[in-house]
């Protein structure tokens, strides 16, 4: 169920085990690089990054679970339902602690995730780097500073989302109110900004991918790697309903005070306003498994050759050099001919423009 909080037990599993695959998938990536004699390129290093930030985010999972601040109940005052805004205790100051770390963390983590995907993209169907006139070439560099300024924005706004005033995160829920920014719509931008950036990443190569000159179900199984992102995007999907939820559903007696990240009320005249109603474990806890899953589909192109068959930018670059050949063998049969009838010369004109035409659409 998507709006209960998980379990101790499966939060350090789960964490656990996709830390673990992602060491996997990475030190794979890395295998394969060195099988085909490639050097590291840029995708590579930004996955690097992605996997070093995701080791950060997991410690604070499980600092949070050691210590029972995460994913355990709020202890409260004999007789009370919940705490008071201006008051705090030991628990909720760890948990809002380690939610403002992981926040400033895992900014970075997914922006590396997707700059990395985009570079491998590049890297594979751009033959030209250094033209910016190239369509492909324009697309995929502004698609990268798009992401990179994406990333360093909210990096930047969490990190300074209480002005400068970093204790005011976690002192109390009063304090966050009336010192810090509405972290609800700030949480709700980058959630829903997150989700949509994830989708556009996806579809971006599917044109290039259906242009590629391969039976149907050599281009069907490449284009199914590169669909295996979605599994990331399901959890990038979920933390924004969590947000949206939270963002609508107003206050609630039956939940548990640990299981929110705050309640911030706040009071209009005799009116008393919900801004904030946050699941804190859950909400990690997708965060997490969204960047787990992102390196893992990052890597997963690049790994295709450790299984006996070509990766995908073998694929790619094998139709390439195949589409080139046959371009040049047609225009070195157009030069001669040249002495031929007019009626000969014409027929193998357009036989070397129809190479050439395929040639085009294949670079673009």
């Known amino acids: 169920m998507l709006m209960a909080t998980q379990s101790p037990t499966t939060v350090v599993v789960v964490t656990a085990v996709?830390?673990?695959?992602?060491?996997?998938?990475?030190?794979?990536?890395v295998v394969a690089r060195k099988q085909r004699r490639q050097p590291l390129k840029a995708d590579d290093w930004f996955c690097f990054i992605a996997l070093t930030l995701s080791f950060g985010l997991a410690t604070t999972l499980f600092i949070g679970v050691a210590q029972k601040a995460l994913a355990y109940p709020t202890p409260t005052a004999p007789l009370r339902i919940r705490t008071a805004l201006d008051?705090?205790?030991?628990?909720?100051?760890?948990?809002?602690?380690?939610?403002?770390?992981?926040?400033?963390?895992s900014v970075p983590a997914l922006g590396a995730i997707?700059?990395?995907?985009?570079?491998?993209?590049?890297?594979?169907?751009?033959?030209?780097?250094?033209?910016?006139?190239?369509?492909?070439?324009?697309?995929?560099?502004?698609?990268?500073?798009?992401?990179?300024?994406?990333?360093?924005?909210?990096?930047?706004?969490?990190?300074?989302?209480?002005?400068?005033?970093?204790?005011?995160?976690?002192?109390s829920a009063i304090s966050l109110i009336t010192k810090c920014v509405n972290t609800l719509e700030l949480f709700f931008a980058f959630a829903v900004s997150d989700f949509i950036s994830d989708c556009f990443i996806i579809v971006l190569p599917i044109p290039m991918i259906l242009g590629l000159h391969l039976p149907v179900a050599r281009k069907l199984g490449v284009l199914f790697v590169f669909l295996l992102g979605i599994l990331a995007t399901v959890a990038s999907l979920i933390r924004m309903i969590w947000v949206t939820w939270a963002r609508?559903?107003?206050?609630?007696?039956?939940?548990?005070?640990?299981?929110?990240?705050?309640?911030?009320?706040?009071?209009?005249?005799?009116?008393?306003?919900?801004?904030?109603?946050?699941?804190?474990?859950?909400?990690?806890?997708?965060?997490?498994?969204?960047?787990?899953l992102g390196i893992i589909a990052a890597c997963l192109p690049t790994l295709r050759g450790l299984a006996k068959a070509k990766s995908v930018d073998s694929l790619v670059n094998s139709d390439r050099d195949k589409i080139s050949i046959r371009s040049g063998s047609a225009s070195k049969k157009s030069k001669d001919s040249s002495g031929s009838t007019d009626g000969h010369r014409k027929d193998n004109s357009g036989q070397g423009t129809d190479f050439i035409t395929v040639a085009d659409h294949s670079a673009v």
Do not use: H, P
């Not at 909720?92 to 770390?101: E, G, H």
């Not at 985009?118 to 070439?137: A, E, G, M, P, Q």
């Not at 924005?153 to 970093?166: H, V």
């Open 18 to 29: 996709m830390l673990a695959l992602d060491i996997i998938v990475v030190f794979l990536r």
């Open 87 to 105: 008051t705090s205790n030991e628990k909720t100051i760890i948990v809002s602690r380690l939610q403002y770390i992981f926040l400033v963390i």
């Open 114 to 171: 997707k700059i990395s995907v985009v570079c491998f993209y590049r890297r594979i169907f751009v033959v030209d780097k250094t033209n910016l006139r190239d369509f492909s070439n324009a697309m995929y560099i502004f698609v990268i500073a798009l992401v990179s300024i994406w990333t360093g924005g909210f990096c930047l706004a969490f990190m300074f989302s209480c002005k400068g005033e970093f204790a005011a995160f976690w002192t």
């Open 248 to 292: 609508t559903v107003g206050f609630d007696v039956t939940l548990d005070q640990n299981r929110k990240l705050s309640l911030y009320m706040f009071r209009q005249g005799n009116l008393l306003t919900n801004l904030l109603l946050v699941l804190i474990t859950t909400s990690l806890f997708w965060n997490m498994l969204e960047v787990s």
